[in-house]
């Protein structure tokens, strides 16, 4: 009689283990996109590359060879220079959507760039935002220091420090371990779950709460020298007035650039909602991406131009 302890068990698996086993390894999260979405994925190329890439190329143009040379001033620089930034960043996002459709989930070292390229044009577009909201701000507080600004030497100065700055954040990407990586296109990109990290990044929440901080103080700001530059008559009731200042082109165009910024920012949260870092069907990932393609790609442009 051979002994044997209670505790000891045979290694090989029985035959439920192993269809059990097989069967965990089929359950898996549909990788591939639908017809109606590739559908939407090709018709929001074809508006981004023939609709809005051409009018931030029209944007720039003009900006730059449209009105006297010597007259350009810093806003305008600025303004030009988050055109090409957003507008490279919405390329780079609809090439490689197209590549992660056609050829399912990227390898990391076909993502990283993408991604560490997406990180740093978005960071550029805030960071040039918020310059240009600063400065105006400034151009309506104290109009003597920004006439005052040498408009060219500032202007590489700012660019310069706005590519040096948000170029930390693409390269502490690229650069970390692929188990500490974490974005909000990493699973729509390479289809790997990532570690839910619910940290907050400091650097993204300042920028983005002084992006809004400014964006309000700017239009109050607009909107009170306005009023104080419009003659109105004290025997109009005050919606005679509203009427008379809303045919005010001034007060109509800023009216509509608070609405565009409304709208944009909606729809980027809706975006992120969609692009949370849970396993979830493609298409609602893709989806999420989409929505900021087409906003930033095809709606901004025409409501700037």
Same mark, same amino acid.
């Given at each position: 009689?051979?002994?044997?302890?209670?505790?000891e068990f045979d290694s090989t698996p029985s035959e439920f283990e192993s269809n059990f086993s097989n069967n965990i390894n089929i359950v898996q999260?549909?990788?591939?996109?639908?017809?109606?979405?590739?559908?939407?994925?090709?018709?929001?190329?074809?508006?981004?590359?023939?609709?809005?890439?051409?009018?931030?190329?029209?944007?720039?143009?003009?900006?730059?060879?449209?009105?006297?040379?010597?007259?350009?001033?810093?806003?305008?620089?600025?303004?030009?220079?988050?055109?090409?930034?957003?507008?490279?960043?919405?390329?780079?996002?609809?090439?490689?959507?197209?590549?992660?459709?056609?050829?399912?989930?990227?390898?990391?070292?076909?993502?990283?760039?993408?991604?560490?390229?997406? *990180?740093?044009?978005?960071?550029?577009?805030? !960071? +040039?935002?918020?310059?240009?909201? /600063? &400065?105006?701000?400034?151009? #309506?507080?104290?109009?003597?220091?920004?006439?005052?600004?040498?408009?060219?030497?500032?202007?590489?100065?700012?660019?310069?420090?706005?590519?040096?700055?948000?170029?930390?954040?693409?390269?502490?990407?690229?650069?970390?371990?692929?188990?500490?990586?974490?974005?909000?296109?990493?699973?729509?990109?390479?289809?790997?779950?990532?570690?839910?990290?619910?940290? *907050?990044?400091?650097?993204?929440?300042?920028? !983005? +709460?002084?992006?809004?901080?400014? /964006? &309000?103080?700017?239009?109050? #700001?607009?909107?009170?020298?306005?009023?104080?530059?419009?003659?109105?008559?004290?025997?109009?009731?005050?919606?005679?007035?509203?009427?008379?200042?809303?045919?005010?082109?001034?007060?109509?165009?800023?009216?509509?650039?608070?609405?565009?910024?409304?709208?944009?920012?909606?729809?980027?949260?809706?975006?992120?909602?969609?692009?949370?870092?849970?396993?979830?069907?493609?298409?609602?990932?893709?989806?999420?991406?989409?929505?900021?393609?087409?906003?930033?790609?095809?709606?901004?442009?025409?409501?700037?131009?």
């Amino acid at each position: 009689m051979t002994n044997h302890s209670i505790f000891e068990f045979d290694s090989t698996p029985s035959e439920f283990e192993s269809n059990f086993s097989n069967n965990i390894n089929i359950v898996q999260y549909d990788q591939s996109a639908s017809m109606p979405m590739i559908a939407l994925y090709i018709t929001n190329m074809i508006l981004v590359t023939l609709f809005g890439s051409p009018l931030y190329l029209a944007i720039i143009h003009y900006e730059r060879f449209g009105c006297d040379p010597q007259k350009r001033s810093l806003l305008n620089m600025i303004f030009a220079n988050q055109c090409i930034f957003q507008m490279v960043g919405i390329l780079t996002l609809n090439l490689f959507l197209g590549i992660r459709i056609l050829m399912g989930p990227l390898h990391l070292r076909l993502a990283d760039p993408c991604l560490a390229t997406i *990180i740093f044009m978005s960071s550029c577009v805030n !960071l +040039s935002t918020i310059t240009l909201l /600063v &400065f105006g701000n400034l151009q #309506l507080l104290k109009p003597q220091i920004v006439s005052s600004l040498n408009d060219e030497f500032w202007y590489i100065i700012i660019t310069l420090v706005t590519l040096l700055l948000n170029f930390w954040p693409a390269a502490h990407f690229f650069y970390a371990e692929n188990d500490q990586k974490w974005h909000i296109l990493d699973y729509l990109l390479t289809g790997q779950e990532k570690r839910s990290n619910s940290r *907050i990044y400091l650097p993204p929440f300042f920028m !983005l +709460s002084f992006l809004f901080i400014n /964006v &309000f103080v700017y239009f109050f #700001l607009k909107f009170c020298k306005i009023l104080k530059l419009e003659s109105t008559s004290e025997n109009q009731s005050i919606g005679q007035q509203f009427n008379t200042l809303k045919r005010n082109p001034k007060v109509f165009k800023h009216i509509w650039l608070l609405v565009v910024f409304l709208i944009d920012a909606t729809v980027v949260m809706l975006a992120l909602w969609l692009l949370k870092d849970v396993p979830q069907p493609f298409d609602t990932s893709l989806g999420g991406a989409l929505l900021l393609s087409i906003c930033f790609g095809f709606f901004t442009p025409i409501a700037l131009w």
